[in-house]
Nanobody
C-alpha cells in the first residue's frame, strides 16, 4: 500500500521557519522524482520545489528561491522542505508528490499558516 505522510506544518509568524517532512512507504522511493506543491484558498495548486532521484537536480518556484530548500533521504524514504523567512503568502496546504512515468502518488497535505 502506497503511503505519503506529511508532517511539520502549523502556525508560524512571518520571518519564521518550518520544516516539512514526507515519509513514504509502499513503493521504490529512490526511483521517484519527489515534489512539494501547495494550494492556497481560491488558488490553483502550484509547484514549489522538485528533486531528482539522486538529489542532483533541484528546481524551485521563483517565489521561494533563496528561502526554501528541498532535500531527500533515500535511506529513510523521506523528503523534506525547509522553509525559512516565511511570508504570509506562503500560507497554503502543502502536498508531497512522488512521480515516475505513469505513477503519481500524493500525500494528504499539511496546513502551513503564516500570520502574526
Amino acid at each position: 500500500q502506497v503511503q505519503l505522510v506529511e508532517s511539520g506544518g502549523g502556525l508560524m509568524q512571518p520571518g519564521g521557519s518550518l520544516r516539512l517532512s514526507c515519509a513514504a512507504s509502499g513503493f521504490s522511493f529512490s526511483t521517484y522524482v519527489l515534489r512539494w506543491l501547495r494550494q492556497a484558498p481560491g488558488k490553483e495548486r502550484e509547484l514549489v520545489a522538485s528533486i531528482s532521484t539522486s538529489g542532483g537536480i533541484i528546481t524551485y518556484a521563483d517565489s521561494v528561491k533563496g528561502r526554501f530548500t528541498i532535500s531527500r533521504d533515500n535511506a529513510k524514504s523521506t523528503v523534506y522542505l525547509q522553509m525559512n523567512s516565511l511570508k504570509s503568502e506562503d500560507t497554503a496546504v502543502y502536498y508531497c508528490n512522488a512521480l515516475k512515468s505513469r505513477d503519481n502518488y500524493w500525500g494528504q497535505g499539511t496546513q502551513v499558516t503564516v500570520s502574526s
